[in-house]
């Protein structure tokens, strides 16, 4: 009983970080039909957030604001500065954030170096809970994850905001045609994606190394959730995070990590397969 | 076509001088950085061309690699025999990805994330699968090519290697000179416009994923004999975004841009990486970006347009006249539609409409915005499916074809607004449409570069002027020629039965009435049933035989023009006002 | 009806010809670029400075071996640009090196994953030319090295060693980058028939007539010192974690050879896929397993996200004790000490041995590239012992020549930083193992060390 709820925490607590990290990608993909190939690299940002904010000595919540800001605005400038031009052709979107990954990653290791770093758990130690010990960092880290997800999202469907959002996600071009003025979705589209990424940045950065290259081990694992989950409805993030993760844990659970990795990338290629999925800001 | 040939024998002369003489060293980069511009070529086959941006063309070329070390390690005598086995490989992994994939018509995005999937799938099957792959480490230890007895020296494999690749980036830059080409970029240019005329693009996708697997599978094969090893980052993200970048810089859809760009940018890493280090992986980055944004269809189409020419220069293309089809309609109905139902969602666009045409004639189909008249079209010529009821067209029972198969039966559509091939010339438009008649792609890579074209479609050029502008580019033409070109395609080849979507939208009126003139003079002398949807009342009345009134999805009354316009029903409907 | 045609033939023709022409250019400005410069960031200019600096004959390690280095042959005919001309040797002086340098390549990662570790093997080139050419160079002439980077990936790996074998025209290659770099690059060694020294700790077997393999393979890390681990902690129990490749599973295949020889038990063997960051279902295996020791192969960040992660799992070194064969400095520092405190690391070298000979190498190598220089550790350590045992063997042999070089290298013996090494007659290394406990503060205490320990590897090239 006791192994179960912890496989549902631990379950849990994957689910919380791939959707926090795939939100972003998700929120961009959905929306602009862009596909990041950088998000990774914001991600690893956000973890240098964290890390300064260590440095410098001040309190490691803080970092996860500060990291938003600071990946708002990087997005809202890489939109105007590059995605701009390009975001109605699907594939030069995908070649040029693939050439802003390789300069983030290099800009990474020119200023901290290419050495590992990390920022150390605020809260160590377990919690008992249900009946079982479970790390008190990985149940903040599940609320706060829930809670960006969950607001994101909220903000992008169901505000006046929103309705603008789905008429976008619906059809770019009756929107455009009916006076949206979606240059100003895409600039907010970007920035809060690259600011959620940053968020999950600084939140994971206390569970593993922060180094330029980490970016690289996060793309994958995003796109399979946005992959799963579909992406031209917003809530598809938190869908796929949660098949991802109910996949991966059970897989390890009763197999192991490596036929985990296997058996979600096959499950993509069913979900690519059988699905219909008619992209939304994705130009045909 | 002799171009080509020169271009390449040129350039494989080049190459084998230049592996003779460069040394050992620069002989080898060469030989390899070759056997990557034909996989760069591969891509640009199936991407600059038919536009499916594929990130799997490490599928073919991985597999094909393994398997040529597999038989090259097993039997070295066989190495030669070896490269078809690795062509005919690639070729069967591009055809198996291409029949799951496009069957299912999905978005150029989904593509790519779906071979990108595949090609990562498969790097941790070749990881896991150690008997056969040799695991994490790869397969090591591939001989050189065996031929007359003995193992090739490297030198003399280099030079084998360079020459053989160059003669396949040839054949490719052929196969885009043929018919095939310009069809193949009418589909990645309007997918739609090419199934109407009688294209089936899923499995012309299919081929030319095929085509360009193979050729993909014949680079694996060099590059392994070259590398001597194979590893499972033969199917990794950085190879695979890799080649995209080096047929995006070069130049997609042109055949030396993706392998200028992979020389070039494998020559300049080789060379810059060490003295650089981490300064010119920044710089790829920064290039990359500044490509993508800067000049997005890559340096030599650039460089090009920068000299003052296109990049894809239309050639001579003599368009001949060719005997025209009988007539349609000998006693036989032309076309019953009968009980159409049709609704997207709750709203019924369709409640069981019954259109027959009985003999050849100028009939036009009016109706307020809304009444369902395009769909209707879309229905009779196969682009939408309806729910209910059935569609007989010429004698033959058509309910549930596809688009193409109308098109070959002799249904032809021009579309609402107006769907031409953009980057190819107005001979060219013309070209693709006459060989639609007969689209095996087999017979469009080895059939002469000239058409065969109706009468009726001959006039409409001549008519229009557009004989007289027929190398330019149809992208740049003005509306009013964009749909006289259109309507000329739509009866280029094998047309019994013209439907029309607004011919005379954005016309002047006295534009309308030489329109109506000239569609009355076709229809005359050439018997040809035609379906006009139209709003011009103007049009309508020096056009029409007969009008049929469509609305809110269901017939209102049917008559010549006169009858018609004094139906109360009619009335009704437009509220009194005659437009 | 024809179409009207454009005749631009020529100019056509034109742009074919100055696209040929281009590429040629390309090509050829390549070529001269290459021959102008080497492409080492340490080139020419150390031999200067290794001319120009006294150097202390304590500083630079003098290999013991039979033979002082022998006279410049006198087919070598010196350059008539060189000041000096060669003399005899002194007793205890070495001459100053003339003549055509010994090229040494140096194949590495210096980017990508493992890219981590190239820059102490940079700096440690510089050292390799300055005390080979301090001690009279190889037969007389001095040494240049020459590094190309693998971009820890196979496939550049064999383009490099293509460039330091047929551009660079190296004499020796010294590697330390992973086996799938070596399996691919080997085969270029051998037909170029050029000796490949091998340095890094890898999952051991290679045999082939070119190359010797100088790092420690699993057998050496693991067969003392897991009965010890054993010893000093009590633990009977193992759980092995690795990364999903070949050298974890060779790693795990001895250790439990060696974990049943001393009456212990495997409870469990887990691999994940490199880049793994999410380890809580497998912390949750571990933990069920009982078991009382782990044995982590784990790589880099997957390291560091395990070790972080397993404390708040309760499986953290304070529960369960780790030995740990690959763990770092890097990787220790940034886990930090609250993480690391305790754990015990085997390997063959740490800059923390305490000799007399490694106490002035490590202060040396902090002197010159700063006290925050990347640490120096035993990739590094063991491609200087290389370099070293290259030089040793090509004096002995009195030439370059691979076959000889290689004649010489069987059974060589030296004392180096890393300690007493010598060449078995398995083209491996029978070198010291030590063991390093990390201390609360995160810094290595050698608590054991284990002398010339014989690797468990067969090699017979006909």
Known sequence: MDALTLELLNGASLFAILAIVALGLGIVFGLMGVINLAHGEFVMLGAYVAYVVHTVGLNHWLSVPLAAVVLFVLGVVIEVGLIRRIHRQPELTILATFGLSVCLRQIAELVFSKDFQSVPNPVPGATEAFGVLFPTYRYLLIAIAAVVVAATLLAFTRSRFGLVVRAIVADRDLAESAGIRTGMTNLCAFGVGAATAGIAGALVAPLGAVEPQAGLAYLPGAFLVVIVGGYNRLWGVAAGALTVAAVQTGVIHFYDAVWAQIASLALAVLVLQFRRPTPAGAVA | MKRPLGYGATAAAAAAVASVTLGDFRAGQLSLFLSLAVLAVSLDLVWGYAGILSLGQLLPFGIAAYTTARIATAAPALTLPGLLVATLVGATVAAGVGVAAFRRRPTPVVIGLLTLVLSLTLEQVAEQWRDVTGGFNGLTDVPRITAFGSEWSDSTQDLFISVVAVAVITLVGLLATRPIGAVLIGIRDNERRMEALGYDTVALKVWVFTVGGAVAGLAGALYVHRTGFVSPQIFGFALATNVVLWTLVGGRGTIIGPVIGTLAINFASATLADVWLQYWTLATGVIFVAAVALVPEGLVPSLLRVAGRPPRRSRDLPLLATAPATAAGNGSAVFEATGVDKSFGFFKVLDGVTLTMDKPELRCLIGPNGAGKSTLLDILCGQQDCQNGSIIMLSRDCTGLKAWEFARHGVSRKFQSPQVIGSLSVAENIAVAAWGADPSPWRLTFAAWEARVLPASLRILERTGLDARAGSGAGSLSHGDKQWLEVAMAMAAHCRVLLLDEPTAGMTAAESLAAAELLREVHTDYRLPVLIVEHDMAFIRAVADRVTVLARGSLVADGTVAEVENAPEVVAVYGGVDR | ?462
């Not at chain 3, 270029?188 to 050029?194: G, R, T």
């Not at chain 3, 010192?225 to 009590?234: A, D, F, K, L, N």
């Not at chain 3, 790589?299 to 560091?304: E, F, K, N, P, S």
Request: charge should be negative; proline fraction near 8%; glycine fraction near 8%.
């Open chain 3, 1 to 462: 009806m024809r179409t009207p045609s454009d005749s631009r033939s020529r100019s056509r023709l034109w742009f074919v010809a100055a696209s040929v022409a281009l590429l040629a250019l390309i090509a050829a400005a390549c070529g001269d670029d290459e021959e102008a410069t080497p492409a080492a960031p340490s080139d020419t200019a150390a031999t200067d400075t290794g001319a120009a600096e006294p150097i202390d004959s304590e500083e630079a390690p003098e290999p013991e071996t039979t033979e002082a280095p022998d006279e410049p042959e006198t087919t070598e005919a010196p350059e008539p640009e060189t000041t000096e001309a060669p003399d005899e040797p002194e007793p205890q002086e070495p001459a100053e090196p003339s003549g055509e340098p010994v090229r040494i390549g140096i194949l590495f990662s210096n980017s990508g994953p493992a890219g981590l570790f190239g820059p102490p093997t940079s700096n440690i080139a510089e050292f390799i030319e300055e005390d080979i050419n301090a001690a009279g160079g190889i037969n007389g002439r001095p040494v240049e090295t020459y590094l190309a980077d693998d971009a820890t990936d196979p496939a550049v790996g064999r383009q490099a060693m293509e460039q330091l074998i047929d551009s660079d025209n190296v004499d020796v290659v010294l590697g330390t980058h992973s086996s799938a770099t070596r399996q691919a690059a080997k085969p270029l060694a051998e037909d170029a028939d050029v000796l490949y020294i091998y340095a890094a700790l890898y999952e051991g077997g290679e045999c082939s007539s070119v190359m010797f393999n100088t790092g420690e393979v699993p057998s050496q890390q693991l067969a003392p010192v897991i009965p010890w681990m054993m010893e000093q902690t009590g633990g009977q129990t193992w759980f092995l974690l690795g990364n999903d490749y070949v050298w974890p599973r060779r790693s795990f295949e001895l250790a439990r050879q060696y974990i049943e020889a001393a009456g212990g038990e495997v409870v469990g063997e887990e691999y994940v896929p490199l880049g793994t960051q999410d380890f809580s279902s497998v912390a949750q295996i571990i933990a069920g397993s009982g078991a009382d020791l782990i044995f982590p192969a784990l790589v880099g960040g997957d390291a560091i996200a395990f070790e972080t992660q397993a404390v708040d799992f309760g499986i953290g070194q304070d529960a369960i004790p780790r030995l740990a064969n690959i763990y770092e400095e890097n990787v220790l520092g940034a886990m930090g000490p609250a993480v690391t405190a305790g754990m015990r690391v085997t390997l063959g070298y740490f800059k923390e041995v305490d000799s007399a000979l490694n106490n002035e190498f490590v202060s040396r190598y902090f002197e010159r590239f700063g006290a925050d220089a990347p640490p120096h550790m035993t990739f590094s350590s063991h491609i200087y012992d290389a370099a070293l045992l290259y030089a040793a063997a090509a004096n002995a042999a009195g030439t370059t020549d691979t076959a000889a070089v290689a004649a010489a290298m069987e059974g060589l013996s030296l004392t180096t930083p890393t300690g007493d090494i010598a060449i078995t007659g398995s083209r491996h290394l029978s070198q010291p193992i030590y063991v390093a406990e990390i201390q609360a503060d995160g810094s290595q205490l050698i608590v054991q060390s284990f002398s010339s320990v014989e690797p468990d590897e067969t090699c017979d090239p006909a």
